[in-house]
T-cell receptor, first 114, second 114 residues
Framework: DPKIIQKPKYLVAVTGSEKILICEQY?????MYWYRQSAKKPLEFMFS???????DNQTASSRFQPQSSKKNHLDLQITALKPDDSATYFC?????????????FGPGTRLLVL | GDSVTQTEGQVTVSESKSLIINCTYS????????LFWYVRYPGEGLQLLLK?????QKGSSRGFEATYNKEATSFHLQKASVQESDSAVYYC???????????FGAGTKLSVKP
């Protein structure tokens, strides 16, 4: 059974629209993360949460807003979508927000903005 | 801030030959970081391959080894005899035991020829 669920798997959006990417983890972890990977670019850290509190934000744009309704949920709301937002978005979790901890990644949501 | 460099974007090796994937890091903060190798097999999510949190130590998993060389600031991934099933994308990563985000390298795509 998948331990980290990301929905949807694929998403096509039009420029200017808003989308929410869903992430749920069933590993009992206390920390969750969002990463992004665009074509031919490195994996890019976006946000980290620990016990539903924001710990680190490396995303310059306020169009990206994480939402944590439960400890095992960390959704990503993206507003005013642009073609440059096209990427695969990965959710991850770890036992705690501590450097030694292994991160477990979800399968990703592939977003295409037209 | 800290950074991770993987110089090869793609590596092709014949089955049963040896492999080395280079990873160097730049650590701007005091203290030694935690170092990781993650792997993404085709059609699967990113997963931990091995990690070393103590400078000078070696980590190993699935026949792969990496030594934390603090003098050379390197964490190269090696395998004595690769198999076709090792074909994947390998990511070197660095983290600190603080609230800062982990840093990933650009990834190295390994193709093993039968």
């Amino acid at each position: 059974d998948p331990k980290i669920i990301q929905k949807p798997k694929y998403l096509v959006a039009v420029t200017g629209s808003e989308k929410i990417l869903i992430c749920e983890q069933y590993l009992g972890h206390n920390a969750m993360y969002w990463y992004r990977q665009s074509a031919k670019k490195p994996l890019e850290f976006m946000f980290s949460y620990s016990y539903q509190k924001l710990m680190d934000n490396q995303t310059a744009s306020s169009r990206f807003q994480p939402q944590s309704s439960k400890k095992n949920h960390l959704d990503l709301q993206i507003t005013a979508l642009k073609p440059d937002d096209s990427a695969t978005y990965f959710c991850a979790s770890s036992q705690d927000h501590w450097g030694e901890d292994t991160q477990y990644f979800g399968p990703g949501t592939r977003l295409l903005v037209l | 801030g800290d950074s991770v460099t993987q110089t090869e974007g793609q590596v092709t090796v014949s089955e049963s030959k040896s492999l080395i994937i280079n990873c160097t890091y730049s650590a701007t903060s005091i203290g030694y970081p935690n170092l990781f190798w993650y792997v993404r097999y085709p059609g699967e999510g990113l997963q931990l391959l091995l990690k070393v949190i103590t400078a000078g130590q070696k980590g190993s998993s699935r026949g792969f080894e990496a030594t934390y060389n603090k003098e050379a600031t390197s964490f190269h991934l090696q395998k004595a005899s690769v198999q076709e099933s090792d074909s994947a994308v390998y990511y070197c990563a660095l983290s600190r035991n603080n609230n800062n985000a982990p840093r990933f390298g650009a990834g190295t795509k390994l193709s093993v020829k039968p």
